[in-house]
């Protein structure tokens, strides 16, 4: 099965609503990394996670390592967030291996 | 800060013809990662280099695949003899490495199509 699974696998939201999505782990996991995928193609790096809860702007992540899941809340939703979202998790401090979920396609409508 | 910069964008490749794909990493960072993403696997590693150093490979394909780092500012990822299902795209990563942090920073990925 699928050692990082990601939840929903598509979202379709209106502009200026909230929402969220999730991570579930079933490997060990020490940190975690949010990434935006573009609909160029280009990841970029939204959140590192060790243990515990950060913003930015309109995005927030929660990593809770005792019950082996991840967030993103993305509040105020906006055209420009859509893409598709993707977790990863590290195995060991340093290690610098990610394991990646399949994704959740988000999409942004007026 | 130009970013993590890969070439080519695209490459068109017969079956059984070699295929070099390019990484320059941002300046200063230490750490350089080759993943793979394709519709059906998604994001997969392959190999990661530390101050120039191989430290795990465990994702390259044994037969085939292999990549260097001569220096600190260009890695690549040779593929002998491509194959069909070797076609998707070749992402470059870097990281700082300073602190306990591994933020990985991607470029924008080389498209392999094998004919």
């Known amino acids: 099965g699928d050692q990082v699974k990601q939840s929903p696998s598509a979202l379709s939201l209106q502009e200026g609503t909230n929402s969220a999505l999730r991570c579930n782990f079933s490997?060990?996991?020490?940190?975690v990394q949010w990434f935006l995928q573009n609909p160029r193609g280009s990841l970029m790096n939204l959140f590192y996670l060790v243990p515990g809860t950060k913003e930015n702007g309109r995005l927030k992540s929660t990593f809770n390592s005792k019950e082996s899941y991840s967030t993103l809340h993305i509040r105020d939703a906006q055209l420009e967030d859509s893409g598709t979202y993707f977790c990863?998790?590290?195995?060991?401090?340093?290690?610098?291996?990610?394991?990646f979920g399949h994704g959740t396609i988000l999409r942004v409508h007026p | 800060n130009a970013g993590v910069i890969q070439t080519p964008r695209h490459k068109v490749t017969g079956k059984g013809q070699e295929a070099t794909l390019w990484c320059e990493p941002i300046?200063?960072?230490?750490?350089v990662f080759w993943y793979r993403q394709t519709i059906v696997q998604g994001l997969e590693f392959l190999t990661y280099?530390?101050?120039?150093?191989?430290?795990?490979d465990s994702g390259m394909p044994k037969e085939r695949f292999s990549a260097q780092m001569p220096n600190q500012s260009h890695s690549t990822l040779k593929i002998q003899s491509t194959q069909p299902q070797d076609s998707a795209v070749y992402l470059c990563?870097?990281?700082?490495?300073?602190?306990?942090?591994?933020?990985?920073?991607f470029g924008s990925g080389t498209r392999l199509t094998v004919l």
């Open positions: 990863a998790a590290e195995p060991g401090a340093n290690t610098g291996k990610l394991t």
């Open positions: 280099f530390r101050n120039q150093a191989p430290i795990d």
């Open positions: 990563a870097s990281s700082l490495v300073w602190g306990g942090t591994e933020t990985l920073y």
């Open positions: 490997i060990a996991t020490t940190t």
């Open positions: 300046s200063g960072h230490s750490a």
